[in-house]
């Protein structure tokens, strides 16, 4: 089946570093793919998305290009702040498919002033 | 704007008790998720409402869990004799309609502790 792998955290840095937090993922056809965001006691929020080979969505300075030839979803920010603490989820969504998204087990970020 | 809004936000309750959990989507959202966040396991699906019809049940852990929707509104998430790995944060979303580039927005989540 379908499925999302991220790197395990915690992933600790300091600010200004560079963050690259990996997703990789197994699916047929061509599904959706996202990044959502769960900031300490709050919901998950939609971070960004794309919808087909090549896309690359970006949001707040995070980025993360959909490649098909290496079913991969990589997020990366080139300077991160001690706002960006959060835990991070890869998620993918078939459409037509009973439309669950299925996620990643989530990447906890620590940015370190 | 209001966003999706569940309730209780914590529950404690003891093992064999049912529990209810209600979520409120947006409004003009017809499409309802609910996911199970448990520790290491990361998020996991349960079922999807399109209206007041769920097409895919599957995803239920077991036949103890049981979600409704009325009125294209509030759904309630039912879990009946609860079990110790019942312990998770329930997770309600919504969206304007099944189409991808609609974003799921999530509600706080119901952290639902059984003793």
């Known amino acids: 089946g379908d499925s999302v792998t991220q790197m395990e955290g915690p992933v600790t840095l300091s600010e200004e570093a560079f963050l690259t937090i990996n997703c990789t993922y197994t699916a047929t056809g061509y599904p959706s793919l996202f990044w959502y965001v769960q900031y300490p006691g709050e919901g998950l929020q939609l971070l960004l998305k794309a919808t087909k080979a090549d896309d690359k969505g970006s949001n707040k300075g995070f980025e993360a290009t959909y490649r098909k030839e290496t079913t991969s979803f990589h997020l990366e920010k080139g300077s991160v702040q001690v706002s960006d603490s959060a835990v991070y989820f890869c998620a993918l969504l078939q459409m037509n498919r009973d439309d669950k998204i299925i996620f990643g087990k989530g990447t906890r970020l620590h940015i370190l002033p | 704007g209001a966003g999706v809004s569940q309730s209780p936000s914590n529950k404690v309750t003891e093992k064999g008790k049912d529990v209810e959990l209600r979520c409120d989507p947006i409004?003009?959202?017809?499409?309802l998720y609910w996911y199970r966040q448990s520790l290491g396991q990361g998020l996991e699906f349960l079922i999807y409402f399109q209206g007041n019809s769920a097409p895919d049940k599957s995803g239920l852990p077991s036949d103890r869990f049981s979600a409704e929707r009325t009125g294209g509104s509030v759904s309630t998430l039912t879990i009946q004799r609860t079990q110790q790995e019942d312990s998770a944060v329930y997770l309600c979303?919504?969206?304007?309609?099944?189409?991808?580039?609609?974003?799921?927005?999530f509600g706080d989540g119901t952290r639902l502790s059984i003793l």
């Open positions: 409004s003009g959202h017809t499409a």
């Open positions: 979303a919504s969206s304007y309609s099944r189409v991808a580039n609609q974003p799921q927005h």
